[in-house]
């Protein structure tokens, strides 16, 4: 994870927070701080940050089924249409 942060830029916006709030600082101090203040948001925001994830992948596979549901009806047709949409069972 520490290369991971090493490698990784901070968002703009909470960079030039940090910047204006110590223009002092250098950049890479600034960089630090700001990494350091995001990881913290995400930690405090995990449990959201979760289940607004899992509302997002279902939302993703609903509109991905509507897609293959489309598909099929554009391109099957007769028995293999009915068995995509388990009218005909084995």
Same mark, same amino acid.
């Given at each position: 994870m520490k290369? $991971?942060? @090493? !490698?990784r830029e901070p968002m703009p916006a909470v960079l030039k927070h940090v910047m204006k709030q110590n223009?002092?600082?250098? @950049? &890479? *101090?600034?960089? /630090? /701080?700001?990494?350091?203040?995001e990881a913290r948001y995400d930690e405090a925001n995990k &449990?959201? !940050? $979760? /289940?607004? !994830?899992? *509302?997002?992948? /279902? &939302?993703?596979e609903r509109a991905l089924q509507k897609e293959n549901d489309h598909w099929a009806l554009e391109m099957l047709s007769g028995d293999a249409l009915a068995e995509y949409f388990n009218v005909i069972k084995d």
């Open positions: 290369q $991971e942060i @090493k !490698n223009p002092t600082m250098s @950049k &890479e *101090e600034a960089v /630090k /701080k700001a990494l350091a203040m &449990e959201r !940050n $979760e /289940k607004r !994830n899992a *509302e997002y992948r /279902k &939302e993703w």
